[in-house]
């Protein structure tokens, strides 16, 4: 039998406790504006798959895309021309726009803005009047968007998850030494057939002190190693592990276990044709092909290049009515 505590997790995952918070006063009122039914409370909870081969299937199958970025004015005229100004945050990753509202962007600026997203790793606007519906719908343009299994939801809007510390802190107490949430460096989706690409968050509620976000560029990891270093891990492969384990029907009392997929250690963008670094020390398990102590010094090594070297990295503190659109291709956050 898996231990107590392991269960427990994934029960409290597959049964979230039913605790609710009045909602803060900005996220209300944007809600009310995008008319959200909020009647049946916030959020919405969708039924949470409990075994590994159902969750398995999610998006099990390759899927046709085209980057919206490849398709875009490599000078991205239409998009900076309309912008009131335009700021590189650090040398290497990070990029903040002002005057440009994300929902009134024509076809042709959506494209350039993907085209940003892929060179710079994170693009930022601030002060946007931006309704759940919208954000979606730009999603839409740049891929299909993906609806979780099992986070939080804006009710009638599938595909917008809703981040909520204050609530989680209900379900899964936190502290200075855990944390919780999306604090250790990551990728979205990794176990995924097709892992993520765009992902847009919009704060609406902030704190005054504290919630800062991280970025990391992996083009820029990639080239702080040595080219004869690039020769051994291109063309690798690894296995890449779910945030979330999950109950194998098959055997039970196993234990839970992790969706495990096998993708590149070095990814390509497609828009770009930039080589980026595709580790995190949260997920990604052992290169194929190693022996376990093999993988393990040269990934710990790899996880260092990203997490240590402070000049690849954005560090961006949020304002209200902020959204970040950042690469999960070419990015750790």
Do not use: C
Not at 185 to 201: F, M, N, Y
Not at 271 to 283: H, I, P
């Amino acid at each position: 039998m898996a231990p107590a505590p392991i269960l427990d997790s994934i029960v409290d995952t597959i049964e979230p406790r039913k605790e609710t918070l009045p909602l803060p006063e900005p996220a209300r009122q944007r809600l009310l504006k995008a008319a959200i039914d909020l009647s049946k409370g916030y959020p919405y909870r969708p039924s949470v798959p409990l075994y590994l081969q159902d969750v398995y299937k999610i998006r099990d199958e390759e899927r046709l895309y085209q980057d919206a970025g490849a398709r875009a004015d490599k000078s991205k005229k239409n998009l900076f021309s309309a912008a009131t100004k335009v700021t590189d945050l650090t040398t290497h990753i990070g990029t903040e726009i002002e005057g440009l509202q994300l929902k009134d962007l024509t076809p042709q600026q959506r494209d350039e803005l993907a085209l940003l997203i892929a060179e710079r790793s994170v693009v930022f606007f601030r002060n946007q009047d931006l309704t759940p519906q919208q954000q979606k719908e730009l999603g839409e343009w740049f891929g299909e968007v993906e609806v979780h299994p099992q986070t939080p939801q804006v009710p009638g809007v599938p595909g917008v998850t809703v981040i909520w510390p204050d609530l989680f802190t209900l379900e899964r107490p936190a502290d200075f030494r855990r944390p919780g949430g999306a604090s250790n460096w990551h990728s979205d989706l990794v176990h995924e057939r097709q892992p993520a690409g765009i992902t847009h968050l919009h704060n609406d509620t902030v704190p005054p002190t504290g919630g800062d976000t991280l970025w990391a560029s992996g083009y820029s990891a990639y080239e702080k190693l040595s080219p004869e270093f690039r020769k051994i891990i291109d063309g690798k492969y690894a296995v890449y592990r779910s945030a979330h384990p999950y109950i194998d029907r098959q055997d039970p009392n196993a234990g839970p276990k992790y969706i495990e997929r096998t993708h590149p250690l070095v990814r390509v963008h497609p828009a770009t044709g930039w080589k980026a670094l595709w580790v995190n020390r949260s997920m990604t398990v052992r290169i194929v092909g190693l022996d376990k102590a093999e993988s393990d010094v040269i990934l710990n090594y790899l996880y260092d290049v990203y997490e240590k070297n402070v000049d690849i990295q954005v560090r961006f503190k949020w304002t209200p009515g902020t959204s970040a659109l950042w690469d999960n291709r070419s990015v750790i956050s």
